[in-house]
């Protein structure tokens, strides 16, 4: 008996559970919230900037103002973003004054700033909206400063002016040829007619190879010896067994002549520097 009356019950029960269902209101259908996209740093984007500087200490005045544009690209991946940005503007500080130089003072000098170009990476991260960043490159001044003279009329105007390119010249060298093409181009005088008479490269290079290419490509009339040991690389060449700064014995390992060696070692520093060429001569 006791079994029957449990069976009953328990079909009752499932009987009345669609009814229930059925007595139940339609619940009413809400649209999901949108999601907001994710800001992205992707993409290309550009400024401008501006200002103006001066100084006046000693004898020396500068005063001029500076424009130009930034343009750049970032990619953007998770937080995450990189990318490359330069700069071209116009640093318009002119100015004149004394300046003391080796073995005296001379009253006439100038300058222009001139144009100026870069280009530098870019690394950062994206935190609530905000790009967090750094930049860093390499401002080829040695380069540029040799592409302003071949392109200007500097030295036509200023014939006795010497100039040193430090570093075996930075790029000059490796692109000697299309800085001859670029002469070419723009109708302008010939490297070796406009501008070998004023300008000479140093000898501080840190390698062998280079040094190798700074003599091949350029006269020995127009290098100098030059070191800065103790200098900015200080350790000791694992390859050579010998102190990167040792700037020396990549010259001596060359076989100059010993004609070559004297200019490269003394004579050339004398015509460049003749106010010491006098003063070592008054020494003997």
């Avoid at 100015?95 to 006439?108: L, T």
């Avoid at 004023?198 to 290098?223: K, M, R, S």
């Amino acid at each position: 008996m006791k079994k029957v009356l449990l069976t009953t019950v328990g079909l009752v029960a499932l009987g009345m559970t669609p009814a229930l269902a059925a007595d139940l209101p339609a619940r009413a259908y809400t649209k999901a919230p949108a999601v907001a996209p994710l800001p992205t740093w992707t993409g290309f984007y550009i400024g401008a900037m501006g200002g103006y500087g001066w100084e006046n200490t000693n004898n020396n005045g500068m005063n001029g103002g500076l424009a130009g544009g930034t343009l750049g690209y970032n990619w953007q991946i998770g937080p995450v973003v990189y990318g490359l940005e330069g700069d071209l503007g116009n640093l318009g500080l002119a100015g004149s004054g004394g300046y003391y130089v080796p073995f005296g003072y001379d009253a006439s000098t100038s300058t222009d700033a001139g144009f100026y170009l870069t280009l530098r990476g870019r690394l950062g991260f994206v935190a609530n909206g905000w790009l967090i960043y750094a930049t860093g490159g390499y401002l080829g001044a040695d380069t540029t400063a040799f592409v302003q003279l071949l392109t200007s009329d500097v030295l036509a105007d200023f014939p006795t002016l010497r100039l040193i390119v430090p570093h075996g010249g930075g790029a000059v060298p490796y692109h000697w040829g299309r800085f001859r093409g670029l002469t070419d181009m723009l109708n302008r005088p010939a490297l070796a007619d406009a501008l070998m008479g004023n300008v000479f490269f140093d000898t501080c290079v840190y390698h062998q190879p280079g040094i190798n290419l700074l003599f091949e490509v350029i006269d020995v009339d127009n290098i100098l010896f030059g070191s800065e040991m103790v200098g900015a690389v200080r350790g000791i060449d694992p390859e050579t067994g010998y102190h990167f700064d040792d700037t020396r014995r990549y010259v001596d390992a060359l076989n100059l002549s010993p004609e070559d060696r004297h200019k490269v070692y003394e004579g050339n520093a004398r015509r460049v520097y003749p106010r010491l060429d006098g003063v070592l001569d008054n020494g003997r």
